[in-house]
Every structure is written in C-alpha cells, then in structure tokens.
C-alpha cells in the first residue's frame, strides 16, 4: 500500500490537531473559559444555521414555484448541514471552518464550483460543431400545418 487515503488521514490528524489546540489554548485562559467558548460557538453557530436554513428554504419554494430548479440552493443548504455539523463538533478548527461556510458570498462561491465541477456538463445534451467536429448539423426547412379532429 502506497500510504494512508486522505479521508483516512484526515479522520486521524483532526482530532489530534482540535485537542493540541484547546491544550494550547486552555493553558493561556483556563480551561473554564476554554469550555465557554466551545459551548457559545456551538449555542451561536447553530442558531446562525437555522436562521440562515430558513432563508434558503424560502429561496427554495421561490425557485421552485418559477419552475426553476433549486440546485443552488440545495448545494447551498447541504453546505449548512456541513457548517452545523463542523459547529456543533467541539474544537477550534472546527468552529472556523463551520463560520466561514456561514458567510454567504464564500458559500454561494463554493456551490457554485460544486455546481460547475461535479454536476453541470456544458454541451452534454445537445453536441454541436463547436463542442465536437465530428457532428455535422443539418437544418431542414418546411412548412407544416396542425390538423385538429
């Protein structure tokens, strides 16, 4: 075997690195304080992702009563199920990156790359001269008259 998978790693070194840091961290204001601040940040974050959560529904129900597909916004609420989870999960890392996905312009950014990277496959349905020189168009042109019985 050529090493560790990086979700293997990754599962292993985050909970080190959390507890090294509120080691560090409870050493320089005391572990009362320490303790504190990893309830409040959860207590906060999670209020701020369902507060956040309900604007993306509504945004939701709009897109979908336009007959608009909400991949948007379905990308942007699985972000905040990953933000409340990092939150809710005790540690400093954590917490950081569970409040940066709750900023708005850099979660619609990472949607938008989920979006672009996995999902949308630009000239898929209709391949055209442009996407692949082996496909000739033809158009044909005519009338046609509807016939109703």
């Known amino acids: 075997m050529r090493g560790l998978p990086l979700g293997l790693l990754l599962f292993i070194l985050a909970p080190i690195a959390e507890i090294w840091l509120m080691i560090d961290i409870g ?64 540690g400093f890392i954590t917490d950081t990156l569970g409040f940066l996905i709750l900023i708005p312009p850099l979660r619609r950014w990472f949607a938008l790359n989920m979006l672009k990277r996995f999902f949308i496959i630009p000239n898929a349905a209709t391949p055209t001269a442009d996407s692949d020189p082996s496909v000739t168009t033809t158009t044909i042109e005519g009338e046609y008259r509807r016939i109703d019985k």
Do not use: D, F, K
């Not at 320089?28 to 320490?34: D, E, F, Q």
């Not at 009563?65 to 809710?88: K, N, Q, T």
């Open 27 to 90: 050493s320089v204001i005391g572990a009362g304080w320490t303790v504190l601040i990893i309830i409040a940040t959860a207590v906060i974050g999670g209020s701020l992702v369902r507060y956040q959560g309900l604007g993306i529904i509504t945004r939701m129900n709009l897109s979908a009563s336009r007959g608009e597909l909400p991949a948007m916004e379905m990308i942007e609420g699985m972000s905040l199920l990953i933000s409340g989870v990092l939150l809710l999960t005790p």
